[in-house]
Structures are given as structure tokens and as C-alpha cells.
């Protein structure tokens, strides 16, 4: 990497930010496509968000992606939000133009964006989904169902009232009346007549225990996906995958969600390939 006086600056905020695999994914782009740019990690503790994110814009940085635990607070530092992030109720990628702050969550693209690239053949139109889980990332994958038009939308969650809440929520979008709560553990009564299921809860993550889910009433048509990455084939995909269902891993959902950003920020649409895929694995 050469850097000039003209490089071009992005970076991600999270406390910490020594796991994310942003800088990795973000540099080798720029390596890739001969970009005088640098992307780089920036710890921020909570209490410092707002003034590093002010900081950032006049550092003349054309952005950032947001992590955990800042993507509620980025909501609040931004003069205008998209449509998903003000559904999803987070922030994970800002843009500095013309000393205005905007915000978007790219999650509910990058989780489409996978099951597309990952299962041509699926279509969300056709038959219900089932998400697995109601923590913020379930609550993009429903914001991406209700846009790509799942007919129904069924969510369970082991601590139910989360669920409920997470519903409500969303129940005033457009697609909001398809979201319906059905109980954690009623596998037949939820994964009959399922086109998708979704795990988005944690387990199945190394050190967490697998996703303990009785498939036996799942269509064998259905697409079943784990936004889990690591491992990137959980106990839930290799059992999908044995009895016959399309299966596609979590890992495309974190690279399709980098593309928009990317592109905001240094001006080129970035591939997700095979390449990719394994230089972000290996890291
Ligand atoms: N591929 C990607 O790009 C991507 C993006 C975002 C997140 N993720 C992954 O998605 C997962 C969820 O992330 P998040 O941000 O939504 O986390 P979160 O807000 O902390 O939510 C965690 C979810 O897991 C459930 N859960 C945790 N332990 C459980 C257990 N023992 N039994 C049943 N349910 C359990 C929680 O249920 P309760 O409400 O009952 O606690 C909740 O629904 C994580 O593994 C994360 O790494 C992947």
C-alpha cells in the first residue's frame, strides 16, 4: 500500500475493534483496484463517540462503518438516515458530504444480497420465512424480508417479549402486518410449509452451543441460512445440507454488507468472490 497526500480515509468505530474484520476486507479492495486509500480501525469508547465522529468529518474522512457497541448511539450523530437504518434502528455505515452526516445500515442488504448470490433459484416471494432469534440483527433480516416481499414473516425467540417488542416495532412498515410471533421450541408447528429459515441468534458460534432444532417438518425445498460465520458451516448447515435443503453460510451477508459503503466512499462497486472469501476466512 502507497499512501500520497491525496489518499482517500475510511475506517471503522467499535470498542473494541481489534476482532472486526473490516480493515482486512476494505484494504484488500483497495489493493485490489489500485485505490490511494487506507481504511482503518478506530477504538472509540462509548463516551467518545459523538466527539470522534465529529473529529472523523473534520479530519476530512469520507466515513465510517459503525460495530458494536456504537450502531444505536451513530443513529443520534447523523443529520439524515435511510429508510433501513431508521427501521432497523441502527447505524453501521456513515458518509461525510458537504459537512452533513448520513447514516445507513447496509445489514438487511447484505443478508438479502447472500441468499441471492448464495441460492439463485430462491425466491423470497415464495412461501413464509422463519427467523431464528430477535436481537439486532434479526430485526434487519425482517426489515430485508418485508422489502424483498416474503408473504409471511415468523419469529421466534426464546425470550418471547423480545420477540413481541422487535414486532410492534416494525408493525407499522410496509410488510410490517406479515411479521408473526410463534413459539421457541414448536419446531413442526413453524417450519412446516417454510421457505427460508434463518438462524440469527448466537448459537452455533465457536463456544456457544449448536442450534438444537428438530428439521424434520422443514420443506426439502426450503433455503436454510445461518448468519453465523464462525464456524462457517454450523451443526444447523451441515444438517440442512444432509437432508437435502439449499444451504448457504453467513460469511456473504458480512462481505455484501461492506459494498455499499465501499462504494459511497472511494467511488467503485467491489466484487464478492471466491477470492475474497477465502483472504477474509484466513485473517
Ligand atoms: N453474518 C453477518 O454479517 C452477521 C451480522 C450480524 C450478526 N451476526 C451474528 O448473528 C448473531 C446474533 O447477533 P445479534 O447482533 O442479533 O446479537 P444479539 O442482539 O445479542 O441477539 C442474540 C440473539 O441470540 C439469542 N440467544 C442467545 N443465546 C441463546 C440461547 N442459549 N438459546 C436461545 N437463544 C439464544 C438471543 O435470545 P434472547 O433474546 O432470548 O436472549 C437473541 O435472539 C451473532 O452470532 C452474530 O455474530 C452475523
Known amino acids: 500500500m502507497i499512501l500520497t497526500g491525496r489518499s482517500r480515509l475510511a475506517g471503522v468505530l467499535g470498542w473494541p475493534v481489534g476482532h472486526s474484520r473490516s480493515p482486512r476486507l476494505h484494504n484488500h479492495w483497495l489493493e485490489r483496484y489500485g485505490i490511494d486509500g487506507a481504511y482503518v480501525p478506530l477504538p472509540v469508547r462509548p ?3 459523538a466527539s470522534a465522529v465529529t473529529a472523523l468529518a473534520n479530519l476530512s474522512f469520507l466515513g465510517a462503518n459503525v460495530t458494536v457497541p ?5 443513529l443520534r ?6 429508510s433501513s437504518a431508521r427501521r432497523i434502528g441502527a447505524v453501521n455505515t456513515l458518509f461525510f458530504h458537504d459537512e452533513r452526516i448520513l ?9 438479502i444480497q447472500n441468499l441471492f448470490e448464495g441460492c439463485p433459484k430462491w425466491k423470497a416471494t415464495s412461501g413464509p420465512a422463519v427467523i431464528l ?3 439486532g440483527a434479526a430485526r434487519a433480516l425482517c426489515v430485508a424480508l418485508m422489502d424483498a416481499g416474503a408473504p409471511e414473516i415468523l419469529i421466534a425467540n426464546r425470550t418471547r417479549t423480545r420477540a413481541e417488542k422487535l414486532a410492534d416495532s416494525l408493525s407499522q412498515d410496509s410488510g410490517g402486518e406479515r411479521l408473526r410471533i410463534v413459539e421457541w421450541g414448536h419446531w413442526s408447528d ?13 448459537l452455533g458460534m465457536s463456544g456457544q452451543p449448536p442450534l438444537d432444532i428438530d ?6 425445498t426450503a433455503l436454510v441460512n445461518d448468519i453465523v460465520y464462525a464456524p462457517l458451516e454450523t451443526d444447523l448447515l451441515l444438517r440442512a445440507r444432509e437432508r437435502g435443503n439449499w444451504v448457504v453460510d453467513g460469511l456473504g451477508m458480512l462481505l455484501h454488507q461492506a459494498v455499499p459503503g465501499f462504494t459511497g466512499w472511494f467511488e467503485r462497486t467491489p466484487e464478492v468472490d471466491e477470492e475474497l472469501r477465502h483472504f477474509v476466512l484466513e485473517g
Request: hydrophobic share 40%.
Open 103 to 111: 447514516g445507513d445500515n447496509t445489514d438487511a442488504y447484505g443478508f
Open 133 to 135: 432469534g430477535a436481537g
Open 47 to 49: 463516551e467518545s463517540f
Open 70 to 74: 456504537h450502531k444505536e448511539a451513530a
Open 215 to 220: 428439521l424434520s417438518a422443514l420443506p426439502g
Open 190 to 202: 413453524m417450519l412446516s410449509g417454510a421457505n427460508l429459515l434463518v438462524n440469527a441468534t448466537s
Open 77 to 82: 450523530v447523523c443529520d439524515e438516515v435511510t
